[in-house]
């Protein structure tokens, strides 16, 4: 079997180093990820630190300084932010950087790059024991166009109302971002300490992909990130098992042209299941393809929804699906989207529909690989889920799925929470 996405991992005080040697790439790519759980009190700060410490280091103390140091480097980028992932809070850091082989430069650029990259994460410019307040108040203010753009896109808006409204409750409910008011009050102090704590106690994981060599690579790294570490591997199971109930309906009113339909679904099936790549495939053919019955039923044949799809959310054991129609087509789009469904649990598959959404899939994974960024998040999806696969491993699993297994699976998913989101005044429904 091809080890194309095959890291070897080190491992030295709480740090693990992932290394992928491969000469497929021109660039040198180094992905530092910090695990912290999803907490009320503490997302909102999480959320802004990447974008505060990326405003310079000690040795870059401005981002001009910082950028001009990048360029440097023959154009290195680096970018950073905080993803969610199920119920862990993640911040990202993404490097990269040519690889000095194909360059006619006697320079160590993979050198140079850590060095400006760990300046970043661990040595930030302070004040009076706390960020640089202008700093801290320019990204507390870029950090509220973010909050306000989710909610002006009503597509992503719905989708996080709908799922909040599902998980009331669950760590999974809080916002990427955190919350406004919070961000309001946060000093340059609290967010320091916050940063420290951050710093010493998340599980941390750093990627490098490119044509390097493993044990060099991983010395370098754990003699950049050299600094005290008290991490904590106990953070609270994820629950990915629900009863759904009485299903919930939800209507947000705002002002909007186009209605947003919104369905949560439990699946029960979590990302380190044996059943992750039956519930994959299934809800391939439900709702993920141009061939999927959502996007044929509900809006080619029906013209029900400008859009119509499924997302399955394997680190919290939920799947969604997220349509666009009119204020009066609601209830015929649930109904559609429900038959579609039903049709999969009755096991009214084709064939053609299975072969189709293996190769939809297999063709994705083998995009992943031309991708370095793609790599290093699927196996941090399987570090958070408990389960780490290759993309090889993956596709050998997608592989031996049979149609049973897919109507077994899809018999365990319940309905939830439909959600909507529409117009002023209308006339109401619900």
């Excluded at 970043?120 to 307040?133: A, D, I, S, Y």
């Excluded at 989710?150 to 109302?161: H, L, V």
């Excluded at 946060?186 to 998340?202: D, G």
Aim: charged fraction near 25%; glycine fraction near 6%; hydrophobic fraction near 35%.
């Amino acid at each position: 079997m091809n080890t194309m996405s095959q890291f070897a991992t080190r491992e030295e005080h709480g740090l693990q180093v992932h290394v992928l040697p491969t000469q497929k790439y021109k660039m040198t790519t180094i992905v530092v990820n910090l695990i912290q759980e999803l907490r009320e009190d503490t997302v909102t700060g999480l959320a802004l630190i990447p974008y505060v410490l990326l405003r310079g280091s000690a040795q870059c103390p401005t981002p001009e300084k910082l950028n001009l140091a990048l360029d440097d480097l023959y154009g290195a980028s680096l970018h950073g932010l905080s993803i969610k992932k199920g119920e862990r809070l993640v911040i990202d850091f993404t490097m990269s950087v040519p690889n000095e082989k194909f360059l006619a430069t006697e320079v160590n650029l993979f050198e140079k790059a850590l060095e400006i990259l760990s300046g970043v994460l661990t040595n930030p410019v302070t004040e009076n024991g706390g960020f640089l307040p202008a700093y801290v108040d320019a990204e507390k203010e870029q950090q509220k166009k973010r909050m306000a753009a989710i909610i002006d896109d009503k597509t992503s808006y719905a989708r996080e109302r709908c799922l909040e409204e599902m998980t009331k409750g669950e760590p999974f409910a809080i916002p990427r971002l955190g919350y406004e008011q919070e961000l309001e009050t946060i000093t340059p102090q609290e967010l320091y300490a916050l940063y420290q704590q951050m710093l010493s106690s998340s599980p941390a994981h750093v990627y490098v992909i490119g044509d390097v060599d493993p044990d060099q690579v991983s010395q370098q790294i754990f003699k950049a990130f050299s600094f005290e570490r008290n991490v904590r591997g106990d953070f609270p199971p994820v629950n990915v098992t629900h009863q759904a109930g009485e299903v919930k309906t939800i209507v947000d009113r705002m002002d909007v042209n186009q209605g947003k339909l919104n369905i949560g679904f439990w699946t029960n099936v979590g990302y380190d299941s044996d059943d992750y790549a039956a519930m994959m495939m299934c809800n391939g053919i439900f709702g993920v393809f141009p061939h999927s019955k959502l996007f044929l039923n509900v809006r080619e044949k029906h013209s029900l929804a400008y859009y119509a799809s499924s997302r399955n959310e394997a680190l919290k054991g939920l799947l969604y699906v997220q349509s666009g129609v009119e204020f009066a087509n609601f209830e015929k789009a649930l109904e559609i989207t429900k038959e579609q469904l039903k049709e999969i649990q009755q096991g009214n598959i084709t064939d053609q529909e299975m072969e189709f959404t293996l190769k939809g899939y297999v063709n994705s994974y083998k995009t992943s690989l031309d991708q370095p960024g793609s790599l290093a998040d699927i196996h941090l999806n399987g570090v958070i889920g408990g389960r780490v696969r290759t993309t090889e491993e993956m596709i050998e699993q997608l592989q031996n799925v049979t149609k049973d297994d897919v109507v077994r699976v899809s018999q365990g998913i319940q309905l939830d929470t439909v959600y909507m989101l529409r117009d002023q005044e209308g006339e109401s429904h619900a």
